[in-house]
């Protein structure tokens, strides 16, 4: 157990909805990562924040948002979804930036599945 | 985003030691060498990391050339539970420059019973 939660673990939508998935940092932690990974894409850095700021952004769509609140839980918002969304979405949390916040664990992911 | 170079898959004994190669000739002199790891159906986890000097810890060692444009992770004993896509990774120290925590394709790592 990394400690990093994340819900759901299973997620079934129809295109055109929106979802959120929601990601709880171990405790102490004050980084979290968000990343999708699809069978061809591999794992794909989509954003990150830090102690409720926006610090890093990868290749996330538009359609995508994510933001990180007091209480440091974050939550990755997915609308106007479409079938090349279905990916399993993980988040992952560190102490802090960089290296001297040493490794970042992962959750078990939020497999989204859109029909 | 600083690069790195692995295999695409390899293949190993159970039991015997492995040696996974990872190239990284455009390192800086800020950036941590870490490996991660993912097994099937699970999230990455932490293997190791090192800066200059090799490193050792219970899942494995890591072994830094001493101009640091290379690394080698050891498993020194494969089990199956080792079958895993293994990522090598350049984090830059205080992540002012580069904090995305980028993967590559990784090396598929395929133990034989």
């Known amino acids: 157990d990394s400690g990093v939660t994340q819900t759901p673990k299973h997620l079934i939508t129809a295109t055109g909805q929106r979802v959120t998935l929601r990601c709880s940092p171990r405790?102490?932690?004050?980084?979290v990562y968000w990343y999708q990974q699809s069978l061809d894409q591999g794992l794909q850095f989509l954003i990150q924040?830090?102690?409720?700021?926006?610090?890093a952004k990868g290749n996330i769509l538009e359609r995508f948002s994510a933001q990180q609140f007091p209480d440091l839980h974050s939550e990755l918002n997915l609308s106007s979804l479409e079938l090349g969304d279905s990916a399993l979405y993980f988040c992952a949390s560190s102490v802090g930036p960089g290296a001297i916040g040493a490794e970042a664990f992962f959750g078990q992911g939020t497999r989204l599945t859109v029909v | 985003d600083a690069k790195t170079t692995q295999p695409n898959s390899m293949e190993s004994n159970e039991e015997e030691p492995v040696h996974l190669p990872c190239n990284h000739s455009t390192i800086s002199g800020t950036d941590y060498i870490h490996w991660y790891r993912q097994l099937p159906s699970q999230g990455p986890e932490y293997v190791i990391h090192g800066l200059t000097s090799n490193v050792n810890n219970r899942m494995a060692s890591l072994a830094i050339a001493e101009d640091r444009k290379s690394s080698t992770l050891i498993l020194h004993r494969a089990t199956l539970r080792d079958a895993a896509v293994y990522y090598c990774?350049?984090?830059?120290?205080?992540?002012?420059?580069?904090?995305?925590?980028?993967f590559g394709k990784g090396t598929r790592l395929h133990i034989l019973p």
């Open positions: 405790s102490g932690d004050l980084s």
């Open positions: 990774i350049l984090r830059d120290v205080f992540g002012d420059r580069d904090d995305k925590i980028i």
């Open positions: 924040y830090y102690n409720g700021e926006e610090r």
